[in-house]
């Protein structure tokens, strides 16, 4: 892949995130609707905010494929360019998704999974813990000990299991890495033996349409995952949107002279 030279006064790639993020497909639609002479280099969202993080230390521009919630707002001074062209869409919700039948064999886990929603500033208190320290999963029970109230009505009544397997599936984006650990952390109380597995976005989507996996709490709608609610939409369950507010585009530190994607190459 080209190397990001993010030169102070010129962009010659974006820093992007993991193939088969929507963000990505949605930058190589907005590199050709804005005839941007600009790469796109793939990375990972953990790879994409270390890339930030050294090019704010050096005060040189740079391009990130940026989303929120995410804790680089919290940590940084960033904005969004403008979009006239509206190549990244509207507002956004991030649902949950579970394999038909899941209703059927664990009415409860289901049933929580209808319960479970948050706001900007719940997830937003996980993912600044899991931005200090790795642990996700020890940060989950933390943040569950410190929001018992709300968590406790979530939990629908006859949660409770006997070491049955609960599979779940995420990407290694940080909202879904606090959405999905704190579920796991939910159903291990409760008694069911989960697992957690990072995957890439098209094996999390056809996973689950097949039935070989029980949920994800990460589609992005209805925009940024169309393309695969298209593809797998009769074979999933749209359980319910757990977050709302959510947004895609292209983010720059606020020091960096433009604010639309149009003035990106001028
Ligand atoms: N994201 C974060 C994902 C969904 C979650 C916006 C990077 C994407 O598919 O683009």
Redesign the pocket.
């Known amino acids: 892949p080209a190397e990001a030279d993010a030169v102070e006064g010129s962009i010659s790639a974006i820093t992007g995130?993991d193939p088969?993020?929507?963000?990505?497909t949605?930058t190589e639609n907005a590199i050709e609707a804005y005839g941007l002479q600009v790469g796109l280099i793939e990375a990972s969202?953990a790879a994409m905010t270390a890339e930030l993080d050294a090019a704010i230390q050096n005060e040189e521009w740079i391009i990130v494929?940026g989303?929120s919630p995410?804790w680089k707002f919290a940590a940084h001074d960033l904005k969004y360019l403008e979009d006239p062209e509206e190549v990244y869409g509207g507002e956004e919700s991030?649902t949950t998704i579970a394999r038909l039948g899941l209703e059927e064999d664990h009415p409860a886990v289901f049933e929580l999974l209808e319960n479970f929603h948050w706001t900007d500033d719940e997830i937003g208190a996980v993912m600044d813990m899991n931005a200090q320290d790795s642990d996700f999963e020890a940060n989950a029970d933390l943040w569950i000990e410190e929001n018992r109230d709300l968590v406790d009505g979530w939990i629908p009544e006859g949660l409770e299991g006997n070491g049955e397997k609960i599979e779940i599936l995420l990407?290694e984006?940080e909202?879904?890495l606090a959405s999905s650990n704190v579920v796991a952390a939910i159903l291990r109380e409760a008694g069911f033996e989960v697992s957690l597995t990072s995957v890439d976005?098209g094996v999390m989507w056809s996973s689950i349409a097949e039935g070989d996996a029980d949920f994800m709490t990460?589609a992005?709608l209805p925009g940024?995952?169309a393309s695969y609610i298209e593809q797998y939409g009769d074979d999933i369950v749209e359980v319910r949107t757990n977050y709302e507010g959510?947004r895609?585009g292209l983010v720059v530190p606020s020091y960096v002279p433009f604010d639309s994607i149009e003035d990106i190459n001028n």
Do not use: E, K, L
Not at 20 to 24: E, L, P, Q, R, W
């Open positions: 995130i088969g993020a929507g963000i990505m949605a969202d494929t989303w995410h991030i990407v984006w909202c879904a976005a990460t992005w940024t995952h959510a895609i």
